[in-house]
């Protein structure tokens, strides 16, 4: 297996105790929820980055993860690893059949932390994404890792996260403060509910700490609010 070296964001106390509080909310959402999709309302909020060091912090944790990029429109994966290899298989090469499912797995410079990259854009990305390759790829994964981290489109621009997120456990959604509008927010958390994917909570990304304080460290990703989709916030 193949190794790629993953670029940990810098952060201090506070970001690493939101991270914390973010991996302790899904754990205790229960162990039937493996496999996570990770999405947003619109691109550069944040989504793959908080992606991404969920997985790393859930690996730090002891558990067995992968990390999986399916952006297959805008992927970002690749800026953020070091491959030792000049080209890499990705998710598109195993799901049109062109790569086993082996070759494209990548173990990391972080214990139990694994990735697959999108690989190249195709042509028909919701079509991959919505056939039977991808549903018996989750299944069989399943039976080996402890989560299943996605990182998937913005689902305010396209539609492949809702299609992702009905083989999904669970779905969390990461919002950019101060960005996107209340009733924007609603109308795709509305387009996921489609999906009969449980949303297990939001993350609050890029909050202002100079104006806002969240809970007790002041969290600068935020709040985590559980059962997001049963409540309506006011």
Known sequence: MNQVTVKKERSNYQIEEAYKSLRANLQFCGEDKKIIAITSCTPNEGKSSVSLQLAISLAESGKSVLFIDADL????????????QKSVKGLTHYLTGQSELTDVV???????????????F??????LLGGKNFRSFLKAIRKVYDYIIIDTPPLGSVIDSAVIAEECDGAIMVIESGVISYRFAQEVKSQLEKSNC???GVVLNKVDMQKQAYGKYGKYYGKYYGEYGKKQEK
């Open 122 to 127: 195709p042509p028909n990305p919701a079509e």
């Open 73 to 84: 429109r805008k992927s970002v994966l690749l800026g953020r690893t070091k491959a030792g």
């Open 106 to 120: 990548y173990s990391t410079n972080i214990p139990k932390l694994y990735l697959i990259y999108s690989g190249p």
């Open 198 to 200: 449980p949303i297990l």
